[in-house]
């Protein structure tokens, strides 16, 4: 971005004025590729898979939750604070979707349980306490009663 803003900024300054030069010339080539291999050089950079995504994910823990009218089932109630869970969401009949709130009820995530389908999701818990799980797509008469909750517990 601060390259981008001062390169506009030098076009801006230059207009209207015809100072093509050997120098100007020059500057630009050096530019062009200056820019080039700093996006080579970031493009791989953020293809490489972090260091610590990697160690997180030994160590996460998998919570299994599947969707079923109108209730969730989890093999897990009870997570530590401030480990990885990687929630395993899938469901046996219609599409749910998962959202976990914080104790105050602020969502925190949310992802979509599809027939056929597990689609997984990580998050760290940072404090204790009683979050619940919700049902965040309209899948029955029942719908709004498709609750459960998961305890984030201090080791
Ligand atoms: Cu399950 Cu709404």
Not at 86 to 104: A, M, Q
Not at 123 to 144: D, N
Request: charged content about 15%.
């Amino acid at each position: 971005m601060t390259v981008l803003t001062l390169v506009f900024v030098a076009v801006i300054q230059s207009a209207g004025t015809s100072r093509v030069t050997p120098f100007n010339e020059t500057n630009r080539k050096y530019l062009i590729r200056g820019m080039l291999i700093a996006g080579v050089v970031i493009a791989l950079a953020s293809l490489i898979p972090w260091p610590h995504s990697v160690s997180s994910a030994n160590k996460a823990i998998q919570i299994n939750a599947t969707g079923y009218q109108w209730y969730w089932e989890l093999d897990k109630e009870e997570v530590p604070v401030g480990t990885p869970v990687i929630f395993n969401v899938h469901t046996k009949d219609v599409t749910h979707g998962l959202g976990v709130s914080d104790p105050k009820g602020n969502l925190l995530f949310q992802t979509q349980a599809m027939p056929g389908y597990v689609n997984r999701v990580k998050y760290v818990f940072s404090k204790p306490g009683t979050y619940k799980i919700l049902c965040m797509e309209y899948c029955g008469v029942a719908h709004h009663d498709m609750m459960s909750e998961i305890k984030v517990v201090r080791k």
